[in-house]
């Protein structure tokens, strides 16, 4: 009985198609995204370590917030002497400017929370141990969407004794995890939208074109249609529970996606290579090596002979030896079509470095030997 339900549970694997990506995995929806949300503040609480008098807009920001909740900082009569203001520059240590960022995810509802970043903007060397008193964080309109206030976190350290400091991470930036509030909901489309679209992460005609058919072959003939190599609309129910439940249905189909283009990535900076499976090489010869050159240089002094003539001086002579070394690499041959398996077995037989192995694949490259794009970052 077990080896029967054994062998049936093979079976069903075996109906499942290889390679199989959920649409959900390969695609995202036009309507829904996030939000980017930016804010500027003060973190106060510092033990000693804020702007100070260095930075004035750090005073100015904390006299208006001081002002707002009714508490004067300069005198009426101190002011102003003679119609010029002598209000002094705050010189407080345990304040620092900032700015706030964070990201409104899509739907998000007024009182649920978010995670906002913190991060200095004047000369606070760190933010350690600081409260972010309440901010405004607004969208790209203008529109304040949320507040943000909280303890910050900050996962690295800085510190320092007679002379010495240790510092790990950075300091002037940290996270307030559900430091954000969200006080108004931002519109999208996807409730009043006659059709709904689909965008491919990676554009592929091939994969766009297996999403359309595995729709279609779900909900019948025209519920998906292909625009281009990267949207595919969706003839959506008005209904908004339908919709949903018809999106949830979508996005859990499985499609197998089409294969990338060939590419070889080189990192030049680390010296790694990434070659996609697809990578062709046509028919070229390939050698790598180097010539040495290493001069050497003796330096002696000359001696005038017993009995030279009145004038004779010491010369000092530099003699130089010259030679030259090439490297015994041997040529490997590269036969049409070869793959990626192949390639990297060629190139390690002569030991090539990560630089060697870039040097070989720009010159295949550009031979036109090489069936794939070079992209190097």
């Known amino acids: 009985m077990k080896r ?73 009569l101190s002011d102003f002497d003679n119609g010029v203001s002598n209000k002094a520059t705050l010189d407080v240590k345990n304040v620092a400017a900032v700015l706030v960022t964070a990201e409104m995810p899509a739907f998000a509802k007024p009182g649920q929370r978010i995670d906002v970043n913190v991060a200095a903007i004047g000369k606070a060397p760190s933010l350690r141990g600081g409260n972010l008193i309440m901010t405004r964080l607004r969208g790209v309109d203008g529109g304040v969407y949320a507040l943000a206030q909280g303890s910050l976190t900050i996962a690295a350290v800085d510190a320092g004794a007679a002379g010495s400091s240790v510092s790990t991470g950075v300091t002037t930036s940290g996270r307030i995890p559900s430091g954000g509030l969200v006080e108004k909901v931002i519109d999208t489309a996807f409730d009043k939208s006659e059709a709904l679209i689909l965008n491919v992460r990676a554009h592929d005609f091939t994969t766009a074109s297996a999403i359309v058919n595995a729709v279609n072959e779900k909900f019948g003939a025209g ?94 002579v530099a003699n130089a030896d010259v030679s030259v070394s090439e490297a015994k690499n041997p040529m490997f041959l590269f036969k049409p079509g070869v793959d990626l398996r192949e390639i990297v077995d060629a190139v390690n037989q002569i030991g090539a470095t990560p630089s060697a192995m870039i040097a070989i694949l720009e010159a295949l490259k550009r031979a036109g030997s090489l069936r794939a794009e070079l992209v190097v970052i």
């Open 223 to 316: 519920t998906a249609r292909a625009l281009d190599g990267v949207s595919v609309a969706l003839s959506a129910p008005e209904d908004t529970n339908q919709r949903v439940a018809f999106m949830s249905m979508v996005e859990n189909l499985d499609v197998t996606p089409g294969e990338a283009m060939a590419q070889v990535v080189v990192n030049s900076r680390t010296g790694t290579v990434v070659i996609s499976r697809n990578v062709r090489v046509t028919a070229a010869a390939v050698t790598h090596g180097g010539i040495t050159v290493k001069i050497s240089t003796t330096n002696e002094v000359s001696q005038p002979a017993p009995f030279a003539p009145s004038g004779a001086q010491t010369t000092p």
């Open 4 to 76: 029967i339900l054994l062998l049936a549970a093979a079976g069903l694997l075996g109906m499942q198609p290889a390679w199989a990506d959920r649409i959900k995995d390969l695609t995202s929806v036009a309507t829904v995204r996030t939000n980017q949300l930016i804010g500027y503040g003060l973190v106060i609480g510092l033990q000693g370590t804020g702007d100070g008098a260095d930075v004035p807009f750090a005073g100015q920001s904390l006299r208006s917030m001081l002002n707002q909740l009714g508490v004067s900082v300069d005198g009426v």
